[in-house]
Every structure is written in structure tokens, then in C-alpha cells.
């Protein structure tokens, strides 16, 4: 079946370590979104890609960093610049925002 | 620019009681219309769609009406179960058949469902 996978689900971070979040779909979709949820919170859109080697900035880029080199993978990184990340992190594609988005499980991220 | 207002929540409400979450919007030309539902610890499903005037999405028990005279698009179930408490996101596509924009999401409605 065709998706978009998350992973991992949980993720733990060090302050001062950079982390890499994955997203990968296999429904040949051209546009990739990686958002952010804060508890009780709505969507916050942090970057997005609608063609490959292709990206742009969101609302919150700051700290983070993406790469678009393949169609069926957005990988996200926090950096350490990124001074609150502790957050919920989705991922989302679309073949075109007229039919709407699918979104990946989310993956949660934890700074210890 | 164009934008979604939803109702705040958190709402609160007895199984088999009426459902209406408000959803209103403001965009040029014609946008579609979304409600997503996300359970505690997930990602967000699409729940149901519209794509013009008139026209009413509807799945699980869930309606919405694309309301274009009021620029309205609320959700409805007329008995709730436990099952559906989760949170509920209303959104917007500015994009018809032209370049791509992005979907624009409301802040979303907490529901709690008591037995």
C-alpha cells in the first residue's frame, strides 16, 4: 500500500547534537511539508519542497535544515541553532494542495 | 491573504449529543475545503473534502457543507461516540488548477467524548 512513513517514532536529543528526522512515500507525489505541533497547538510549517533539489522556508525555518534529493524523501534536520525543539513533527505530501495532503505518523522529539 | 477560523475548544460533549464544529474562511477564487481529524499521538487523516460550491463532504457519520455565501465550511455528526474524541483541523486550498500554494490550517478544536 501506497504512504508516507515517519521514523523513528520517538527520538531523544543531547542539547548541543544536531538530528535527522525521516520522511519517505512511495505515492509519487512531486510536493513534500514538514510542520511542527507543540502541545495543544496547531500546525506551524517549518519547510516544503515541490520539486526535487527544490526547497523553501516556512513560517519557523529557523534551526532547521532539509535536503530534496530523491522525490520520495524530505529528511529534516534540527540543528543544534534550533533553541526549543522538543515538538511533534509531522510530515506531509501531496500531488497537488487541490486534493490535500497526506500526512505521515508523526515522529516525537525529545531534548534530555 | 487568504485564512481559516475555527471555533476554540476545547469542546465537550455526552455520547450520542450533536456535533457542529465552526469553520470559516476568507480566499480569493475557489478554494477546496478540508476537515482532518488527528487522535492523541498520531499524525493527521483526512476526513472529508469539498471542492466547490454546494457541495457536501461526508464520511464516518461526519458532513460539511462548502458554504460559499457565507464563506462557511462546519463540521457535523448528529451522535458522537467516544471514539471520536480527537482534535479536528479545518484547511484551505488556494490552488485550482494553478500554481501551487500551500494548505492553510486552522488552529484546531479539541473534542472530548464522555460516555
Known amino acids: 500500500d501506497g504512504g508516507i512513513t515517519q521514523s523513528p517514532k520517538y527520538l531523544f536529543r543531547k542539547e548541543g547534537q544536531n538530528v535527522t528526522l525521516s520522511c519517505e512515500q512511495n505515492l509519487n507525489h512531486d510536493a513534500m511539508y514538514w510542520y511542527r505541533q507543540d502541545p495543544g497547538q496547531g500546525l506551524r510549517l517549518i519547510y516544503y519542497?515541490?520539486?526535487?533539489?527544490?526547497?523553501q522556508k516556512g513560517d519557523i525555518a529557523e534551526g532547521y535544515s532539509v535536503s530534496r534529493e530523491k522525490k520520495e524523501s524530505f529528511p529534516l534536520t534540527v540543528t543544534s541553532a534550533q533553541k526549543n525543539p522538543t515538538a511533534f513533527y509531522l510530515c506531509a505530501s501531496t500531488i497537488r494542495e487541490y486534493y490535500g495532503y497526506t500526512f505521515g505518523s508523526g515522529t516525537r522529539l525529545t531534548v534530555v | 491573504g487568504n485564512s481559516v477560523t475555527q471555533m476554540e475548544g476545547p469542546v465537550t460533549l455526552s455520547e450520542e449529543a450533536f456535533l457542529t464544529i465552526n469553520c470559516t474562511y476568507t480566499?480569493?477564487?475557489?478554494?477546496?475545503l478540508f476537515w482532518y481529524v488527528q487522535y492523541p499521538g498520531e499524525g493527521l487523516q483526512l476526513l472529508l473534502k469539498a471542492t466547490k460550491a454546494d457541495d457536501k463532504g461526508s464520511n464516518k457519520g461526519f458532513e460539511a457543507t462548502y458554504r460559499k455565501e457565507t464563506t462557511s465550511f462546519h463540521l457535523e455528526k448528529g451522535s458522537v461516540q467516544v471514539s471520536d474524541s480527537a482534535v479536528y483541523f479545518c484547511?484551505?486550498?488556494?490552488?485550482?488548477?494553478?500554481?501551487?500554494?500551500?494548505?492553510?490550517f486552522g488552529k484546531g478544536t479539541k473534542l472530548s467524548v464522555k460516555p
Open positions: 519542497s515541490q520539486i526535487v533539489n527544490d526547497f
Open positions: 484547511a484551505l486550498s488556494s490552488d485550482y488548477g494553478g500554481s501551487q500554494g500551500n494548505l492553510i
Open positions: 480566499a480569493t477564487g475557489y478554494p477546496s
